[in-house]
């Protein structure tokens, strides 16, 4: 619901009555801000109590303000700029100790991870990468430092990784063209969702590739092409969302992997190291 409810504010605004049309408005101009005010707050922006806000939640069929309000979150911060995300972190972040409040945020963010993500999609998403021909590896904008990480560890365990990294559509779908049903692609996508990667993410799904989606929510635009989806928290922390509930789903999604091929991967390491001695590529004096 949540990618639809701004246009559904604007279906049903004519069948309002006068103080829910008030509402409407208000959210539809400032959508932004009543993002993140309590009912008790909203109401008194716009002049009714707070019980008839609880009450427009309800006509639009959510449970409760609570629902209603992550819904409108979750399309805000598909919606926002740039600098309207600078604006809306300024006055949910405040002023004081700045380091404290976005590590307990980025804290609290791993602790929701824990409790909603899928521990079968999580699974079976690590049996598709150890079974898989080929592996993919695929997040652009943002998300790119993910798939840079995931695609370093993966590549001291597998030979057959490949990252996408493209600056045009073509140049994307050039990399991709090959992708069969025996590999496995890992997508990564957080708000502001890239077209280019949701076009990647549908072909590599129509060439029956397994497609392991790691994104924000079950409305995530590559959510519905997912054989296995992971919901990582990701709020805003800043102009950019923070990625640190993602970044350790990946670490957990490399240590399981690495764990069911601990046996090559000890070889492989083994003969790393002596390379690395031998051409000197770390500094041991220390």
Do not use: C
Request: glycine content about 4%.
């Amino acid at each position: 619901m949540a990618k639809n409810l701004l246009r559904e504010i604007e279906d049903k605004l004519p069948k309002f009555s006068k103080s829910q049309k008030i509402i409407s408005k208000y959210i539809l101009e400032n959508y932004d801000k009543a993002a993140y005010m309590t009912a008790s707050r909203l109401g008194s922006a716009v002049g009714v109590s707070e019980s008839t806000v609880v009450r427009f939640a309800l006509e639009l069929g959510f449970e409760g303000y609570p629902e209603f309000q992550h819904s409108l979150q979750e399309t805000v911060r598909i919606k926002l700029t740039s600098f309207q995300r600078m604006d809306v972190t300024n006055s949910l972040i405040g002023d004081g100790d700045l380091l404290s409040k976005v590590l307990n945020s980025d804290i609290d963010k791993i602790k929701r991870t824990i409790e909603e993500i899928d521990r079968e999609a999580f699974d079976k998403s690590v049996d598709a990468l150890v079974t898989a021909k080929n592996i993919y590896i695929v997040g652009l904008g943002s998300s790119a430092i993910l798939a840079s990480s995931l695609n370093h560890s993966l590549r001291m365990i597998f030979d057959s990784v490949r990252l996408i990294e493209a600056s045009s559509a073509d140049e994307i779908y050039a990399q991709i063209m090959n992708i069969s049903p025996d590999d496995a692609v890992v997508a990564m996508s957080f708000p502001r969702y890239s077209k280019k990667l949701i076009s990647a993410v549908n072909f590599a799904k129509d060439s029956g590739a397994t497609v392991i989606a790691l994104t924000d929510s079950v409305s995530s635009p590559i959510a519905s092409f997912a054989d296995n989806l992971l919901v990582a928290r990701s709020d805003m922390a800043s102009f950019a969302d923070s990625l640190i509930a993602p970044l350790s789903v990946i670490n957990a999604l490399v240590v399981a992997v690495s764990r069911k091929k601990q046996d090559e991967l000890r070889v492989r390491l083994q003969q790393l190291e002596k390379i690395w001695d031998e051409y000197n590529v770390y500094d041991t004096n220390r």
